[in-house]
């Protein structure tokens, strides 16, 4: 299939450093390619990737200082727009943008959402073009959106088999806890997991500007205790020894988070995950398989305490099963058939080479029959 | 002409607290109407225009608390594009979205450019679309923009003539400020400006939380001073008679100001501005006539002084002669008429009454020749 890849500017893909949307599309990318998909990634010129790449940007927006990205998007989407005819698939992980200028192509397109669907902010563009067909990251995801969102798959993400390796014992002992520190993540139940149940606690970590002062009045005062061990951030490559030689990872968020891509990679090295019952922690886990689903934080600490006799095996065939990087795409792949089979007989016109706004009605697909440069100036 | 204005969303036409586009917005509909136009003003539907009033949300969105208007934008945008077929000219007010979305329609399509130029977030649109016919809101404000940027003209904005009334003598005798206090207005400057010419500075403003700390350290210090009064922010009835008795209204900017409606409001009450060289100063000032440009404090105390001399009849003529609604409006029709005579002989395809995205590639302007209705499921 010709698919082409459509991800924010706002990091690289992958990215070079945070960037969850990013990564995703990386993985997505570098599956598609390996199952022989002939792609092209639209993303920023920095990107690195085994597929064509159509730089839209010279570097990622962000890095670039560039507050607002609404235009480098805009900019990217005019080039998507104009090649749409190259493609048999467009998949989009950019937010909002392409749903009006994309609205004559919506059979041939998808959009991923990758964040939370309950922004008030968000719902005009929802509400407005139903059409767009959308693939939620996990099924708890969608519960915001207008009943007649036109979904065509929930997918949940999926992780490169390598990526997290599997540790078959865990040589810490601890709970580990990774990401940010900010009060929807609750690290200060982490905390109190680690204090009741008397097993030791390492906190991953970055604080950004924003939860300063949540880490200051709340967190900070609560790390200065024997089972605690805050270690600030670390990279991808500390990861993977900081997963596999837990013994469980805690994740007790307080948000209903749309995916939760920590879970998978705990899961990739065999450590089994204690999470608080929100947004998509069911439908990853399975409860009892990879993990715990907890409602109360004495559920919590007894999970604690049974991790160890959880097996690590059996957690990262749980992985194995469902969270791959081959996995998620042959998911994506099934998707883009059969939205392509309900297309009907409709045949692609081709997409503008020229353009001359002066004279043609000339949007992508122009009209043959308008002869442009016939026209008298 | 059959015209569609297309309004911000963030707040109603006319604004009902601060938004300077929607203001201006306002004044250019009800003179299109009032000169005998077929005029459909698309805006939040708490607008009140003598127009048609096309609702596309039912609030302003700034004040229903939603920070990111872009979804309702988009929303808005898909209605205008639907409807396109019915008007002649369709003339956008705000700032990057419908650039990609209207390619197809350029050549009855105009933006004006509210805002200053010269932030690079924005310049991927600039730079990627340079068919969309553009007017500027001073010469200066075109500056930063690319070279082939696709000017059509500069339209100085306008008011409507008894919106400030003449007053035909200062009563108050003195310097007045209006806006905000922040660093780019340079309030310290009046401040400075009053103290050396020794004549009374009123200070009508109000203090944005960006601006609390600009405030509490550099500003509220300087006004405990007899010839310095701060009065607040103040309404538009107050306004009248603060500009109107005002000696000279003090413009000390500091930034590329791509217009400044402030200094219109003085003039058309008759009350001489007295302006730092910035942005658009020069060509709304008329040195000499509406006021004085001046480059140092220097120059600035000396047209304090200089300023009671200055014909109040002499600046209220300036204002009538250049800078009305009506003035506006008139450049804004042959605007109008100069697009669409460089249009040629295209004739509009009617835009789309029905829509559906599995079948057609139907956006906005779809092809006759394939049958939506017709083809198979």
Redesign the interface.
Known sequence: MRIAMVAPLAEAVPPKFYGGTERVVSWITEELVRQGHDVTLFASGDSETSAKLAAC?PEG?RLLG???????H??M??HV?RRAHEFDIIHFHID??Q???F?????KTLTTMHGRLD???????????T??PLVSISDNQREPMPEDS?WLATIHHGLPKENCPYYPESKGGYLAFLGRISPEKRPDRAIEMAKRSGIPLKIAAKVDKADQDYWDDVIEPMIHHPLIEYIGEINEEQKKDFLGNALALAFPIDWPEPFGLVMIEAMSAGTPVIAFRNGSVPEVIKDGVGGFVVDTMDEAVEACIKAKDLSRAGVRQHFESQFTAEVMVNKYVAAYEQLLA?????V??PTAGS???????????P?PS?NVAA???
Chains 1, 2 share one sequence.
């Open positions: 940007h927006l560039y507050r607002d990205h609404t235009a480098g805009l900019a989407l005019h727009h909002l943008l749903y009006p200028m609205e004559d192509l919506y059979h922004v008030p902010d968000f719902m005009p563009v929802y509400k407005t073009f059409g767009m036109n309900s297309r009907g007989n409709v692609d016109l353009f001359s706004p002066q004279y043609g009605e000339v949007n992508g697909s009209r308008i026209l008298p100036a």
